[in-house]
DNA sequence: GCCTATCGTGATG
DNA sequence: CATCACGATAGGC
């Protein structure tokens, strides 16, 4: 992966929409990106914040924002400019050893969560087809339905959701092929 | 290119 | 609970 390569993730489930998140806008050097992350202690007895969001933005603010509450209508958004500072130098500022685990907070269905573990054992620089990825799950005809799980895959690069090519090669990455 | 088999979700009533 | 429409698919024609 790209961002620090120690960077330790490790991921909290969710059995609701969090009530509050929080988010700030962050210049990354891989473009502008909303960090939305859960409140503290209420997910995490370590007193960290948990990222439940993590989208390019692709055109403006703006849109991205509403992107956001279309996702998550029932949580109240709150900007918090420190803490997700905080989350984002945890994730990209990789020049230093940097040891931080890095929380995740994710809402899914078991075939959901099933859907991104396998897609986070690919290796790096593997790539994968939604057909190879269904089969490796037992599920062989269930393609467009692993397809419409990675699609709803709320955290961008953390999952490599990037490794998969479509069969035909015309790939259709939701945030552009780049 | 168009047609269709396929299946988990979310919305709706 | 039942039904319906909807995909970042794949394969056949």
């Given amino acids: 992966m790209w961002f620090a390569p120690s960077t330790q993730i490790r991921l909290i489930l969710l059995e609701k929409p969090p009530e509050i998140i929080l988010f700030d806008f962050v210049n990354t050097k891989f473009g502008k990106m909303i960090i939305g992350a859960i409140n503290p202690l209420t997910v ?7 990222i439940c969001v993590l989208y390019f933005v692709d055109k403006n603010e703006e849109i991205t924002y509403n992107e956001v509450i279309k996702r998550w209508p029932k949580s109240v958004l709150i900007k918090d400019k ?3 500072q905080l989350l984002a ?13 890095v929380p995740i907070a994710i809402l899914g269905t078991e075939f959901q969560l099933s859907v991104w573990k396998a897609l986070a054992d690919l290796k790096r620089g593997e790539t994968c087809t939604y057909s190879q990825l269904a089969e490796r799950m037992g599920r062989p005809k269930a393609v467009r339905a692993v397809a419409s799980a990675v699609a709803k895959n709320e955290v961008a690069v953390l999952i490599p959701c990037h490794r998969i090519v479509s069969q035909n090669g015309a790939t259709k990455y939701h945030w552009g092929a780049a």
Wanted: hydrophobic residues 25%; proline residues 4%.
């Fill in 44 to 50: 995490d007895p370590r007193d960290q914040e948990a």
């Fill in 82 to 84: 420190a803490k997700i």
């Fill in 89 to 101: 130098d945890k994730l990209f500022g990789g020049n230093k050893e940097n040891s931080e685990v």
